[in-house]
């Protein structure tokens, strides 16, 4: 096999738009020669996502069907007990998850949940699961306290470019996002962040998105890259009812995608919510532009996604996850 080619990763804003530029084919292609590089094409890691604590979250993402701010009919619930979680993470793992993933819709977790959640942590990491956490702002103990429960991942997204950053969100700061993130790192912790497009953003706020990713301290080990599921009641989903026409279209996904795989070329890139409305074409499009992990099951957290069937159904179609490929680069990274 022929050496991979390289590229060196583009640190400013006019070169990410650049290769935002290219045509289609060329940008995937691209994409794809990183991807080798670093992982192995045939493989594709699915994850479980569970809401361990639904509803009631004082933020005013627009996006978001759990804030107070919506109108979606949604009721709030408490967190859920720990061996309900285990036992989920358990039928998870046996349809064949390899990361399981718990989310609360939380500004941020109270001291006294605390321990629930470490107990989570512990037992999920029992059952052979790699361990990520999405629970809002943390503090230093906080986070040093799920790190001691062996926490691999905290999920804590920038959601968009910083300059757009203001029309999806008012209640929380870029700043603070950022500041939990230095957290995470500084107790140890891998860290999981991406964020949403199709919430009415342009191009070049897509560019300042995987901009702002790109150039944090360490880029995320994991990237989620959404595409918004509008949900009637929320902000952005009434606006997207109004002005369909905001919705990212499937090339503008891959491209997306293709990009974030050329700017962090070790990190795992996931494909998140949104998924259940793409068809399995845009889903091979974008395992060839470098995503290698998805969310699996029927749910992420409130909303539907594509179920475990369909996707077993679409790897064996594209022969993902059969050990038939390896590359010259090893491991992931």
Same mark, same amino acid.
């Given at each position: 096999m022929n050496a991979p080619t390289t590229f060196p990763t583009p640190t400013d804003r006019e070169t990410i738009a650049a290769l935002f530029d290219l045509p289609f084919t060329e940008l995937v292609f691209r994409a794809a020669e990183v991807h080798r590089a670093h992982h192995d094409p045939a493989r594709v890691q699915r994850a479980t996502l569970l809401s361990i604590k639904t509803?009631?979250?004082? &933020?005013?993402?627009?996006?978001?069907?759990?804030?107070?701010?919506? &109108?979606s009919g949604l009721k709030a619930s408490r967190l859920m007990d720990v061996d309900a979680v285990l036992a989920a993470a358990a039928e998870a793992k046996a349809?064949?998850?390899?990361?399981?993933?718990?989310?609360?819709?939380w500004r941020e977790p109270k001291d006294r949940d605390m321990a629930a959640i470490e107990a989570m942590v512990t037992g999920?990491?029992?059952?052979?699961?790699?361990?990520?956490?999405?629970?809002?702002?943390?503090?230093d103990e906080q986070a040093d306290r799920l790190a001691g429960a062996g926490l691999d991942y905290y999920n804590h997204n920038l959601d968009t470019s910083p300059e757009y950053y203001g029309e999806v969100i008012s209640t929380r700061t870029y700043a603070d996002r950022l500041e939990t993130l230095a957290r995470v790192r500084r107790a140890g912790i891998n860290t999981c962040c991406g964020g949403i497009v199709g919430m009415g953003e342009t191009?070049?706020?897509r560019v300042g998105?995987?901009?702002?990713?790109?150039?944090?301290? &360490?880029?995320?080990?994991?990237?989620p890259i959404n595409a918004l599921v509008p949900v009637a009641g929320t902000v952005l989903g009434d606006m997207l009812a109004d002005t369909p026409l905001a919705k990212i279209d499937d090339i503008e996904f891959v491209r997306t995608v293709a990009v974030a795989r050329i700017l962090m070329p070790r990190s795992i890139v996931r494909l998140s919510a949104g998924r259940e409305s793409m068809s399995d074409m845009t889903q091979a499009l974008c395992f060839l532009a470098g995503a290698n992990s998805i969310f699996t099951g029927d749910r992420l957290l409130t909303t539907g996604n594509a179920g475990g069937d369909a996707d077993a159904a679409l790897f064996a179609r594209l022969g993902l996850n059969a050990d038939t490929i390896q590359t010259t680069a090893g491991a992931a990274g």
């Open positions: 509803g009631g979250c004082a &933020e005013d993402c627009g996006y978001c069907s759990q804030s107070t701010f919506a &109108e349809a064949g998850s390899e990361r399981f993933c718990m989310g609360a819709a999920v990491k029992a059952l052979g699961l790699e361990t990520c956490m999405t629970l809002g702002m943390l503090t191009r070049a706020d998105f995987l901009h702002a990713l790109a150039t944090l301290p &360490e880029p995320p080990e994991s990237v």
